[in-house]
């Protein structure tokens, strides 16, 4: 019946890929072709010449066929070759075995084992019973093993080598030190292999002394000895002993370079590490494929990039130029350091891209805060059906986040529902911030306590979301029900947490989290913590608290300390404080337009316009230009974009109209634009008006009113910090047509619902 069933199966037409087979029909004709890497369908083939030549039940060339089935992959197929034979021997059996181990099919290894016991075929040689322990060794499958090993004994194959390695090899990987060692001092005559082995498992198991013990017993050690005793040393963090092994080894392979270059990097001695890699190149031996990922890794992590051109250019010189993953490294190292025209052109110059190489180009363009570009590869990567995975969702997400394009974010994650994409904790985490970054704090939410995983990053993601949209209440409850169900807080977790209390006002509150991230748990604050703190206090009205808070602080105080308290200043209208904390920030960063431009307004709100004249003749000799207000909003699936003073949109004359509209009914509602701000050159007190009608905000909104439907929600981003005219006007309109509208500005959310804004007034 099995031979039946194989004549059926191979009596199917094979379409394409025909082999050209010998006439004849024997072993001369046909090993040579078996030797190959076939199609399946080029097996059946072969197959079946040999049963029209009646050499179907030729066990060396049934074997044969097994083999090529393995390297192949298929080894269904095999099995029926192997159904089909009526008189296997031991030979076939364990290249049945050999086949299932090398293809990953350890459970089917273990069931053929058990098969052919029973069947009665033959009887397990020292070829079979590697094959077996390699396959228990891989399933954990300690009971299965031991019940081998029995047999071993009672066979008197244990005190083979190439058994009693395996024997070892199987125990080591369970974590039976003990046994691996009693089946090593069953070995008859212990090669170098059984040593490493046994070496290996106590390296494994963390007792380096036991490991350097035997290791100096042995009486013949090979380089493999002596790498991994150089591994053992460098994974338990002790680079001196590694070193001095590296140091006393008689020859040294790849492997060794390899591993005295990871011994470093992975105990953060970047530098170290690629001094070894400059010694290696120096010493003429050529670094693998292995190595030159490991050194650009090593670049990657680097604070300058004055190493990249120097590993590229080797990489570039060296035989596997064209390596995919060589490339994609690559990629991936111009990006980290910002140069993302080199790497888009290293991404253009390869030919097979897969998808890992598409996610370091995409990832790389998020990183680098071009999202529009990131986007449209990844439009090109469906076109090209090029599959795409959780890693490449998580940075069009990133992508979605920066433009604040929540419906194209939303049809993202709907791609990963229909294509079935796993949820892993990174794409539900950046899910979670890509709708709280696009205005959607409620489906933020949803999707974190549907998540079936979560990590700390993902807590953070959902408090700090609270945070920006003004529910500080909300994410100090969050950081409660955190910490109730096990996660600790990390450095980020706190920069959120005082980011609420500065949101709420929580001045008490946010001093207790701040004198408990060190005594409570351990964690030293921070820049970012300081500003926070100086932002709490200003939001509070404690100017004089702010700054001597400021003088109190262990660390330098950086510009996003100053710009806190400037800010502060502008809305107490502080000059004096406004002025000290300018000087601060353009010492600082002489070239950053918002420092003079925030003074500047401060001024002009008081009348002090010589002052304005003043801030302003610096620009010009610092060469300092204002960075033009920049407004994006979403309709339907395209972005679109706004400057001020804009006319380049093809309805612009009726985006302008319509602004002119809303402004005449949002005067007899209190709506009086703040010309006080308004260069003092435009003397006509229209022209000042028409100045505040052209923001990039003003002109995105008319926008949005005359292209979508009434009472659809309006979400904007923009590049600088939101008006008070432009604020106060928004209020206004989400009271007069019942829209809500969302602005995302360089500092913070602002939602407007009825009339009000989230942000009570202070941004």
């Not at 099919?105 to 390699?134: I, R, S, W």
């Amino acid at each position: 019946m099995a031979s039946m069933a194989v004549s059926v199966l191979v009596s199917e037409p094979v379409k394409g890929n025909h082999l050209p087979l010998p006439g004849l029909y024997d072993e001369r004709h046909l090993c040579p072709l078996l030797k190959k890497r076939l199609a399946l369908r080029q097996l059946k083939q072969i197959h079946a010449k040999l049963l029209r030549g009646g050499l179907n039940q030729d066990v060396i060339l049934v074997t044969k066929m097994v083999g090529a089935c393995a390297v192949s992959g298929a080894m269904d197929y095999a099995y029926l070759l192997f159904r089909g034979t009526q008189h296997p021997d031991l030979v076939l059996c364990n290249a049945m075995l050999k086949g299932y181990t090398q293809n990953g099919f350890m459970k089917e290894a273990l069931h053929f084992y058990v098969h052919v016991l029973e069947g009665g075929f033959v009887f397990p040689d020292q070829y079979t019973l590697p094959y077996v322990f390699k396959a228990c060794a891989a399933l954990l499958a300690v009971t299965a093993g031991r019940a081998v090993h029995a047999m071993s004994v009672k066979s008197g194959l244990a005190g083979d080598a190439f058994v009693g390695n395996s024997l070892v090899d199987f125990y080591a990987k369970c974590g039976d030190v003990d046994s691996a060692l009693c089946a090593f001092c069953r070995i008859e005559e212990p090669n170098p292999i059984s040593w490493n082995i046994l070496i290996g498992s106590f390296v494994s198991s963390g007792d380096m002394a036991s490991a350097r013990k035997l290791f100096d017993e042995m009486p013949e050690r090979d380089v493999a000895s002596w790498n991994t005793m150089l591994s053992g040393y460098a994974k338990a963090g002790d680079l001196v002993e590694a070193r001095r092994v590296f140091e006393e080894m008689p020859e040294r392979n790849l492997v060794s370079w390899n591993a005295m270059i990871a011994a470093y990097a992975q105990n953060g001695k970047g530098e170290h590490a690629l001094m070894v890699f400059s010694e290696m190149v120096g010493s003429s031996v050529n670094p693998g494929v292995a190595t030159m990922l490991t050194v650009m890794s090593i670049v990657s992590n680097m604070s300058n990039s004055d190493n990249v051109n120097w590993v590229v250019d080797l990489a570039a010189r060296s035989e596997f130029a064209n390596s995919v993953s060589i490339l994609t490294a690559i990629v991936n190292l111009h990006a980290k350091f910002g140069r993302i025209d080199d790497a888009y052109r290293v991404f253009s110059g390869i030919h097979d891209k897969d998808t890992v190489c598409y996610n370091a180009m995409i990832g790389g363009f998020t990183q680098n805060q071009e999202p529009s570009r990131a986007l449209e590869l990844f439009r090109r990567m469906q076109s090209e059906a090029i599959e795409p995975d959780a890693m490449t969702m998580v940075s069009v997400l990133s992508a979605c986040a920066q433009l604040g394009a929540l419906g194209l974010g939303e049809w993202v994650h709907n791609y990963v529902e229909r294509n079935g994409i796993p949820m892993d904790v990174y794409l539900g985490t950046a899910l979670v911030d890509m709708y709280a970054r696009c205005g959607d704090v409620d489906s933020s939410w949803r999707v974190f306590i549907k998540l079936p995983q979560r990590d700390v990053a993902t807590w953070n993601a959902m408090i700090r979301g609270l945070a920006m949209h003004g529910h500080g209440n909300g994410a100090l409850q969050l950081f409660l029900q955190m910490e109730m169900e096990g996660y600790s807080p990390n450095y980020i977790t706190f920069v959120a947490l005082l980011s609420a209390c500065s949101h709420e006002g929580l001045v008490s509150h946010g001093f207790s989290i701040f004198n408990s991230m060190k005594a409570k748990y351990g964690i030293m604050p921070g820049i970012e913590h300081y500003g926070c703190m100086v932002d709490l206090l200003g939001r509070a009205k404690q100017l004089a608290e702010a700054r001597e808070f400021i003088e109190k602080m262990p660390i330098e105080p950086d510009s996003a300390i100053w710009a806190a308290l400037l800010s502060a200043c502008r809305f107490h209208q502080n000059l004096e404080l406004a002025k000290e904390a300018t000087e601060k920030l353009i010492a600082l960063n002489p070239s950053h337009d918002g420092n003079y431009v925030l003074l500047s307004n401060i001024y002009a709100k008081a009348g002090k316009w010589e002052d304005v004249a003043r801030m302003r003749e610096s620009m010009r000799s610092q060469g300092v230009r204002k960075t033009p207000g920049c407004s994006a909003v979403e309709i339907g699936d395209s972005v679109y974009e706004f400057t001020a003073g804009d006319r380049s949109h093809p309805q612009w004359a009726e985006i302008y109209a319509k602004w002119n509209e809303l402004a005449k009914q949002l005067k007899p509602m209190g709506y009086s634009p703040d010309t006080g701000t308004v260069l003092r050159g435009l003397l006509d007190e229209e022209e000042k008006e028409q100045a505040l009608y052209r923001h990039s905000e003003k002109l995105a909104v008319s926008f949005a009113l005359i292209t979508t439907k009434p009472g659809t929600p309006i979400r904007i981003v923009k590049n600088l910090r939101i008006c008070v005219d432009c604020h106060r006007a928004f209020e206004l309109i989400s009271l007069l047509l019942g829209r809500e509208i969302t602005i995302r500005d360089r500092n913070r959310f602002h939602h407007f619902r009825e009339g009000h804004c989230s942000c009570r007034g202070y941004w």
